[in-house]
């Protein structure tokens, strides 16, 4: 997105894409009064730049049986491999819905759901600590959500 610029229109219309991202065209164009077409054409321009990565549907964890909700903490051994090696079964590892490298005392920071605490605790036996490099883990549980949500900030982008 090096050489686009964002106005007051692409604004309103990632506004509400982030809060509704199966808006039909035709509605969008209307939340952003704007016709159809050229609502289309800033849209693809959007797409085509990145600044719109991807459109999803998110799920209730709890609506799934996934009611343990937990962030975990990782710490490598500095040896040559371990990073790579860690990113690698990272990806591999469902559970794990979204990985940070962090500074401080831990490497990483992992947002992980489970069913309970035993599967949990599995997870974190026989494949966290058996991972070659993991030097150390430290969880934390979600006793509750007070705000949980996938928009991002625009008002530094407005004009």
């Not at 077409?37 to 799920?59: D, F, M, N």
Request: charged residues 20%.
């Amino acid at each position: 997105m090096p050489n686009l610029v964002l106005d007051k229109t692409d604004l309103k219309m990632l506004a509400a894409l982030q809060l509704n991202g199966r808006l039909s065209n035709v509605e969008l164009a209307e939340k952003v009064a704007l016709s159809p077409s050229p609502c289309l054409r800033r849209l693809k321009q959007l797409e085509e730049s990145g600044v719109i990565r991807q459109y999803v549907a998110l799920l209730d964890p709890a609506c799934l049986g996934l009611g343990l909700h937990a962030f975990v903490r990782v710490k490598l051994e500095k040896r040559a491999g371990n990073l790579k090696s860690f990113i690698e079964a990272v990806q591999g590892w469902q559970e794990v819905v979204n990985c940070y490298a962090m500074t401080g005392d831990m490497d990483y920071l992992l947002q992980v759901y489970f069913q309970d605490l035993p599967h949990f605790s599995r997870f974190v036996m026989d494949q966290l600590l058996q991972h070659p490099g993991v030097e150390d883990v430290k969880s934390s549980f979600v006793l509750k959500d007070f705000k949980q949500t996938t928009a991002l900030p625009l008002s530094h982008l407005a004009l």
